[in-house]
């Protein structure tokens, strides 16, 4: 039963703090996407990648938040520094071109 | 810009009761998507259904049905004889069909459903 993994489940750091969250789309899986919930704003795209390439990062706080895919089994989200308000649970979902994107468990974020 | 308005934010029901949690969206596309997750207590998105535009016949699976109507711009979704394993947030979400590079999931703000034994 192949599955979108996403380290680490719970992060709590102090404001400042450089964080790294890690996905490994289901093989065979070309897109990526991360989203971050949150009580506010629900659920809302940070970024996207198509066969490894960035495509839409529109929702991403450029000066603090990067997204890269190392390789095709690899997307990482990174926040430096950390704040706050990025408190939140970051979802990782993949698919396959506009197929369904099946989620993975998420990061729940507390920044302090 | 798409929209999925998902008006009921809470329901309460009493096992075996049948529930339908309403979705309407607002989209430009002639083409696009339409699903529902659920996320129960635990956290996770779990994926339920989707369905292309162009295709409006109901669907059923077990006891959840859904109600596509391209006129009035809805997707509900009905559980019937609730059981407390349903209870989870739900959400609908619309995304572009095709042709192009953008696939990003609209979400609605979800509809947490309680039923009670």
């Known amino acids: 039963d192949a599955r979108v993994t996403q380290t680490p489940r719970h992060k709590v750091t102090e404001m400042g703090q450089e964080v790294t969250m890690r996905c490994q789309p289901i093989?065979?899986?070309?897109?990526v996407f991360w989203y971050r919930q949150t009580m506010m704003q629900g659920l809302e795209l940070l970024a996207y990648f198509r066969n490894r390439a960035p495509l839409d990062d529109s929702g991403m706080p450029k000066d603090r938040f990067s997204a890269e895919m190392p390789d095709a089994t690899l997307a990482t989200l990174k926040i430096q520094p950390s704040e706050p308000r990025d408190s939140a649970v970051y979802f990782c979902a993949s698919g396959f071109s506009g197929d369904t994107q099946y989620f993975g468990p998420g990061t729940r974020l507390t920044v302090l | 810009a798409q929209k999925v308005t998902q008006a009921q934010t809470e329901i309460s029901v009493v096992e075996k009761e049948d529930v339908t949690l309403d979705c309407v969206y607002e989209t430009r596309d002639t083409t696009y998507y339409l699903f529902w997750y659920k996320q129960p207590p635990s956290g996770e998105l779990v994926f339920l259904i989707r369905r292309n535009s162009f295709d409006e016949q109901n669907e059923i699976s077990g006891r959840y049905s859904w109600n596509f109507q391209k006129s009035t711009s809805s997707f509900n979704f009905t559980i019937t004889a609730s059981q407390v394993v349903d209870s989870a947030v739900y959400f609908c979400a619309l995304s572009r069909f095709s042709g192009g590079s953008n696939y990003k999931l609209t979400f609605g703000k979800g509809t947490l459903l309680t039923v009670n034994p």
């Open positions: 093989l065979g899986h070309n897109t």
